[in-house]
């Protein structure tokens, strides 16, 4: 994005006294090459930070508030709030996430003085499900570092912005989306043990093939709802099972464990949860190992395979996500696809040769758009580095 531009834009919508420099801040979105639904069930995950992101303009103001304006959401005018008052109020928008943030910030002993403006956009699709809520919760962990003189690690500024969603925002996340965000690095996937927090990089070489994201443009009106509903089978499936075997998380057990006491899960549903988190656990150490040796036919049909777990075991995609991975999966030079994300919507990514990303995603665009009645979109994802000032 062109900072010239984003600084011009701040000045049209706040103004611009001179002393007060106008500073650029971004926080990446993030995909997750795999590894879906386990992060909350004490399982590895394998994110990467992307280029597509989240911009802040920011100048500092003296008077204790904080207004914002977003180039994404302009119906919404400038939201403005003061520092001790962030309670949230009713139909709050986009905004929720900023006074989220401040709010866990504050509570855990930070002393959140400094007011600011800020015009913030982002290039990251919305409802696409590389987790532009997170990326703006992150980048407003940088700001708030930045402006009041915190030293704030990576790992702790993931743990604030969950802590926001989950108890400011409601929604019960895991750590991946906050951590691959603060965490990310160029060129880098993170295997990222979500129960310990220990996190390796791995090189994320991908030799004559790219990451095609696939936005099915369906927007994922039953995520949040469905992802609790899913969370709360887990905990109930997970209470089952440690009547049998001491586990702390499901992602404790190994795939023949789990088929030693599986009979116990009575309930297909509770069976079928555990059984995703359990093999897509396994599935993530073996797509490291793979992609480590340079075995891309191997990390790509483990890609397939979290899909096909993801549809029928969790059941989190959807006609629109089941229609662009078989799509995808039909093309000669993909070796993988998957949807990725919170599910019933937003994105899948594939594994494609460098070579034919035109030629698939055109033929994908066609017959998509022939049975689900509407355009999907395509981009290059890119992984890069973590949130920061620019």
């Given at each position: 994005m062109d900072l010239l531009a984003l600084k011009s834009e701040f000045v049209k919508n706040f103004g611009k006294k001179e002393e007060n420099e106008i500073v650029v801040y971004f926080a990446p979105g993030r995909i997750n090459l795999i590894g879906e639904h386990i992060d909350y069930n004490g399982g590895f995950v394998f994110p990467a930070a992307i280029t597509f992101g989240t911009y802040a303009a920011v100048t500092a103001r003296n008077d204790g508030r904080v207004a914002l304006f977003s180039g994404n959401f302009k119906e919404d005018g400038i939201i403005?709030?003061?520092?001790?008052?962030?309670?949230?109020?009713?139909?709050?928008?986009?905004?929720?996430?900023?006074?989220?943030?401040?709010?866990?910030?504050?509570?855990?002993?930070?002393?959140?003085?400094?007011?600011?403006?800020?015009?913030?956009?982002?290039?990251?699709?919305?409802?696409?499900?590389?987790?532009?809520?997170?990326?703006?919760?992150?980048?407003?962990?940088?700001?708030?570092?930045?402006?009041?003189?915190?030293?704030?690690?990576?790992?702790?500024?993931?743990?604030?912005?969950?802590?926001?969603e989950n108890e400011y925002v409601g929604v019960n996340c895991g750590i991946m989306d906050q951590f691959?965000?603060?965490?990310?690095?160029?060129?880098?996937?993170?295997?990222?043990?979500?129960?310990?927090?220990?996190?390796?990089?791995?090189?994320?070489?991908?030799?004559?093939?790219?990451?095609?994201?696939?936005?099915?443009?369906?927007?994922?009106?039953?995520?949040?709802?469905?992802?609790?509903?899913?969370?709360?089978?887990?905990?109930?499936?997970?209470?089952?099972?440690?009547?049998?075997?001491?586990?702390?998380?499901?992602?404790?057990?190994?795939?023949?464990?789990?088929d030693e006491i599986s009979h116990v899960l009575t309930k297909e549903n509770l069976l079928k949860r555990a059984r995703?988190?359990?093999?897509?656990?396994?599935?993530?150490?073996?797509?490291?190992?793979?992609?480590?040796?340079?075995?891309?036919?191997?990390?790509?049909?483990?890609?397939?395979?979290?899909?096909?777990?993801?549809?029928?075991?969790y059941e989190v995609t959807g006609i629109e996500l089941d229609t662009i991975v078989q799509l995808a999966q039909n093309e000669s030079s993909t070796l993988g696809a998957r949807m990725t994300g919170a599910g019933f919507g937003g994105c899948a990514i594939a594994l494609v040769h460098k070579d034919s990303i035109d030629e698939v995603s055109n033929n994908i665009a066609l017959a998509?758009?022939?049975?689900?009645?509407?355009?999907?979109?395509?981009?290059?994802?890119?992984?890069?580095?973590?949130?920061?000032?620019l």
């Open positions: 403005e709030f003061d520092l001790d008052d962030v309670s949230r109020v009713a139909d709050e928008p986009w905004s929720v996430y900023v006074k989220g943030v401040v709010d866990v910030f504050k509570k855990t002993g930070y002393d959140v003085k400094q007011g600011f403006n800020a015009y913030i956009e982002g290039n990251i699709p919305n409802g696409a499900g590389l987790s532009s809520s997170a990326s703006l919760e992150v980048l407003i962990g940088v700001i708030l570092a930045d402006l009041n003189g915190f030293e704030l690690s990576g790992v702790d500024n993931a743990l604030l912005a969950q802590k926001a691959a965000i603060a965490m990310g690095k160029d060129a880098k996937a993170i295997k990222l043990n979500t129960d310990t927090l220990d996190y390796e990089y791995a090189d994320c070489d991908l030799q004559d093939y790219r990451i095609l994201i696939m936005n099915t443009n369906k927007r994922r009106e039953l995520a949040d709802s469905k992802y609790n509903e899913r969370r709360a089978e887990c905990d109930e499936a997970l209470e089952i099972l440690q009547k049998e075997t001491k586990i702390n998380y499901l992602c404790d057990l190994t795939t023949s464990k789990f995703h988190a359990v093999s897509e656990n396994e599935r993530v150490k073996d797509a490291v190992s793979a992609l480590s040796t340079g075995n891309l036919g191997d990390f790509g049909k483990l890609l397939n395979a979290s899909h096909n777990s993801l549809r029928y075991d998509y758009k022939e049975k689900i009645g509407y355009e999907a979109s395509f981009y290059i994802a890119s992984i890069g580095d973590g949130a920061r000032k």
